[in-house]
């Protein structure tokens, strides 16, 4: 029985070891160095707004506080949980409205201090309900 056990905790931090590695050797490099991205910001009413953004962040956290304003949230353990973008709030307890970002179009599986940038990225902020 004990050799069973064993095996099978070797196992498991074979398998562990195994996804880090992928992860650690597939992951994107920071870019550093001045870039320019562009945000755009779709809100409720349809209208949007665009912004040029010149940083040398090297994630988009640090180049959307860049621009004074722009977004507005609270901290969490998983980084900022963007509640305002561009003066505009959503609130999901009132209406289940939030913002739902995208790079290029795509969904981003990682949030703001997470989501490294390159030159010439291209964001969206969108205001969205449900």
Not at 85 to 90: F, K, L, N, S
């Given at each position: 029985?004990?050799?069973?056990q064993?095996?099978?905790?070797?196992?498991?931090?074979?398998?562990?070891?195994?996804?880090?590695?992928?992860w650690?050797?597939?992951?994107?490099?920071?870019?550093?160095?001045?870039?320019?991205?562009?945000?755009?910001?779709?809100?409720?009413?349809?209208?949007?707004?665009?912004?040029?953004?010149?940083?040398?962040?090297?994630?988009?956290?640090?180049?959307l506080?860049?621009?004074?304003?722009?977004?507005?949230?609270?901290?969490?353990?998983?980084?900022?949980?963007?509640?305002?973008?561009?003066?505009?709030?959503a609130?999901?307890?009132?209406?289940?409205?939030?913002?739902?970002l995208?790079?290029?179009?795509?969904?981003?599986?990682?949030?703001?201090?997470?989501?490294?940038?390159?030159?010439?990225?291209?964001?969206e902020?969108?205001?969205?309900?449900?």
């Amino acid at each position: 029985m004990k050799k069973k056990q064993l095996i099978a905790v070797i196992c498991f931090c074979s398998l562990v070891l195994s996804v880090f590695l992928v992860w650690y050797f597939t992951r994107p490099d920071p870019v550093s160095g001045q870039k320019t991205i562009t945000l755009e910001v779709v809100h409720g009413d349809g209208s949007s707004s665009g912004f040029t953004i010149e940083t040398d962040s090297e994630n988009l956290r640090g180049a959307l506080d860049q621009v004074e304003g722009l977004i507005g949230g609270e901290e969490s353990m998983y980084g900022l949980m963007v509640y305002t973008v561009d003066g505009e709030t959503a609130d999901w307890d009132r209406d289940q409205s939030w913002w739902c970002l995208t790079k290029s179009g795509e969904w981003l599986d990682t949030g703001l201090d997470g989501t490294l940038i390159a030159d010439g990225d291209h964001y969206e902020f969108t205001y969205t309900i449900g």
